[in-house]
């Protein structure tokens, strides 16, 4: 992978990166299909001169205030009875001035605020410009030996239901299309898949942690997750709480409010969770099988970084998932993704993506980024510098990785003859060496 540094911290809240590099982040902003970058930007700096303003004027009447509070104790003190009613008078005039430029500073710094929540992180230089997904940027792939496609070759969704191994048509009667059943050996393919990705997480120096998938409003807030993807979550309105679509969620919000020593840094979690997202939009061949499914297995990876080697922690994510694919002799490829295709909260992702060869397609399977301080600051993530002063941590994540898409392509490319032959990496996990 081509190295990469981190650049000037920036982020949607951190007003002062858009003050300094006005011209930087609108050019950015405009990668991410963003039209009127400038406008938003001048909008968003307007906004806070307009809140620094009122907030100086309230902390100067809050001082007049003060001030004139002890002259009409001493007045009195002195018996000085008439001056001190009329310094009284001046001090409730102050405080109706005082009140109403609370109420100004109240509603703009709203305004500021809901601006920024919707404002995404502004892309790293690498990220290349576009729109959609045609966009992205190959940068390698690893296809080399794959096997070409037969005529017998079934996609696998009919291979999982010949084989009774993932049952769909049952979770629709349990719960609704998109909750697939996985039974037999499916399941115990699963699960083997589930150890194996986290025994190497725990050997890459991992702390394995097993998260809530219930997260409340706020740690959702921390990633990115709300507002940008709301109307992909799964909300319980009696607890409002909301089912995680990764266990990012949760594993990030871990340091929330915390400041960290330097020492610790980097910091690596992994996490296996149950993920819940919606999908709306999706149709046709992109949801059949196991191509796009609304509940899913995953095993996660978040580190929190130094800024100073975070793109050197995001090269080594993108290796291990590299590892991980080679081994279990998938063909894939990497991809950078373009501005228009980039998550709100990411400077930088690379997605990878495995062959599925019955559809004779990509199929994304793992999505690596590096998010700079973009969450760091909206769950005040800091740690404490050489200087004593605090900053705020770089965050970094990655699926290691979604299961359904694994599954699917491992059917596929690893049919024979009516059965599926078992990687060698995961028979000691899976206890059998095929699927008849």
Avoid at 9 to 19: D, G, P, S, W, Y
Avoid at 61 to 84: D, P
Avoid at 191 to 204: E, G, I, Y
Wanted: proline share 4%; with cysteine.
């Amino acid at each position: 992978m081509q190295k990469l540094l981190a650049e000037t911290a920036k982020n949607m809240i951190e007003v002062h990166f858009l003050r300094e590099n006005k011209d930087l982040a609108a050019e950015g902003l405009k990668k991410r299909g963003i039209k009127k970058a400038s406008d938003l930007v001048d909008k968003i700096l307007e906004l806070d001169d307009q809140r620094r303003k009122l907030q100086s004027q309230r902390d100067d009447l809050l001082h007049q205030i003060n001030k004139s509070s002890k002259e009409i104790g001493v007045l009195y003190q002195q018996g000085n009875k008439e001056k001190a009613e009329e310094e009284r008078e001046n001090v409730s005039g102050l405080k109706d001035q005082s009140q109403e430029i609370e109420k100004k500073f109240s509603e703009i710094s709203n305004e500021l605020r809901n601006i920024l929540l919707d404002t995404p992180n502004i892309p790293h230089s690498s990220v290349p410009a576009g729109s959609s997904e045609d966009d992205n940027q190959v940068v390698s792939e690893s296809v080399e030996g794959m096997r070409t496609k037969v005529e017998s070759d079934l996609p696998h969704w009919e291979l999982m239901a010949d084989l009774d191994i993932v049952d769909m048509p049952l979770g629709v009667k349990l719960t609704g299309s998109g909750f697939p059943v996985f039974k037999g050996k499916g399941a115990r393919l699963q699960r083997a898949l589930v150890q194996f990705f986290l025994d190497r997480a725990v050997d890459a120096g991992c702390l394995e942690i097993d998260p809530p998938i219930l997260v409340n409003a706020d740690s959702a807030m921390g990633t990115g997750q709300l507002p940008d993807k709301e109307g992909q979550m799964y909300y319980v309105e009696k607890d409002d709480l909301y089912l995680i679509p990764t266990s990012e969620v949760p594993v990030t919000n871990v340091f929330r409010d915390e400041i960290l020593d330097r020492d610790r840094l980097p910091i690596k979690f992994t996490a296996f969770t149950p993920c819940f997202r919606r999908e709306a939009g999706s149709y046709g061949a992109d949801v059949k099988g196991l191509n796009r499914v609304h509940q899913f297995d995953k095993v996660e990876m978040v580190v929190f970084s130094d800024p100073i080697n975070s793109y050197e922690m995001l090269d080594w994510m993108v290796n291990h998932v590299s590892k991980l694919l080679d081994d279990l002799g998938l063909p894939y490829r990497i991809l950078r993704l373009c501005g228009g295709d980039l998550g709100s909260a990411s400077a930088l992702t690379y997605d990878f993506e495995v062959y599925s060869l019955a559809q004779e397609r990509w199929l994304e399977v793992s999505s690596v980024s590096n998010f700079e301080t973009y969450q760091s600051n909206r769950m005040k993530i800091r740690y404490r510098a050489e200087n004593g002063k605090t900053k705020l941590v770089h965050t970094l994540n990655g699926s290691v990785l979604a299961l359904p898409r694994i599954i699917a392509a491992l059917l596929e490319y690893y049919q024979k003859d009516g059965q599926i032959e078992i990687p060698e990496v995961l028979k000691t996990y899976t206890g059998f060496e095929c699927i008849k």
